[in-house]
């Protein structure tokens, strides 16, 4: 179980190594690294692909309140500790909050960014009262709220009863601190869709057309913001994971891109 320290906290991850140009996949809230199985099996013969568990997730535990920008540095000083001098960036909703900001923070360590159902803005204040109420069953809820959450949030996230019906043990054996400030982070984002034209490096969006969570909408106003951008792919049916449950669609377009670069 690889780890490295980094910012005082020991986060997991896993490297494909190998000579191809590096690729660091960050994952969504409340995954974690394993939902890019598809995606390092579909590219790790070209690409060396990295991928990790950020705070409050899988097997990096949060040690304090912290925000994206301190994720972002999480994410570079990952990159500090396999000797990679510059990724491309792949996030998946928090994934690409995060890798927005390391391209803000560090534009030299990134090389391209494709967002995968992730956008620059934050949420309405309909959307923000209704994850409060969802952070408030995490930390307070007795297990059957926390399960009647959960499966909510699974038709959400995933839309796939299978999916959900894997994930949703591995979020209830989540301890509740974590979970809660990792939520913190989620709400507590600012609007960055004012810097993205500051963004010097291609930047390109995967969106299912089916993701209640984040409209396809605003990945489109992302990327129209970018100074180097290389446009929007609709996900036909797909929801808010799309890598997940259309893999060989999300695949493609990753592949397109990297090619392209």
């Known amino acids: 179980m690889p780890q490295a320290r980094v910012n005082g906290v020991d986060i997991r991850y896993e490297d494909t190594g190998g000579d191809g140009p590096p690729v660091l996949f960050s994952h969504g809230f409340l995954m974690d690294h394993t939902m890019f199985d598809s995606q390092v099996d579909a590219l790790a013969n070209d690409y060396r692909c990295i991928r990790w568990d950020a705070r409050g997730f899988g097997d990096t535990r949060a040690i304090g309140e912290f925000t994206y920008w301190d994720a972002a540095d999480d994410a570079v000083g990952l990159l500090d500790h396999l000797d990679v001098d510059e990724a491309v960036f792949v996030g998946m909703s ?154 060989d669609a999300v695949n493609r377009a990753l592949r397109d891109f990297l090619a392209s670069l």
């Not at 109420?133 to 499966?151: R, S, W």
């Not at 290389?230 to 797909?238: C, E, K, L, N, S």
Request: net charge negative; charged share 20%.
């Open 94 to 247: 928090q994934g690409g909050f995060t890798s927005l900001r390391a391209a803000l923070g560090h534009p030299d360590r990134v090389r391209a960014i494709a967002v995968i159902d992730s956008a620059a803005d934050t949420e309405d204040a309909e959307a923000l009262a209704g994850y409060e109420g969802m952070l408030h069953v995490f930390g307070h809820g007795t297990a059957d709220e926390k399960m009647a959450v959960f499966e909510v949030v699974g038709g959400l996230i995933l839309g796939d009863d299978a999916l959900a019906a894997e994930w949703i043990p591995r979020w209830a054996a989540l301890e509740p601190d974590q979970l809660v400030i990792a939520g913190r982070a989620l709400l507590g984002r600012e609007d960055i869709s004012g810097r993205i034209g500051e963004i010097a490096c291609p930047i390109m969006a995967i969106h299912g057309t089916a993701d209640q969570a984040i409209s396809i909408e605003r990945a489109e106003a992302l990327v129209a913001a970018a100074g180097d951008h290389r446009g929007v792919v609709a996900i036909d049916g797909a929801p808010h994971a799309s890598n997940m449950t259309h893999p």
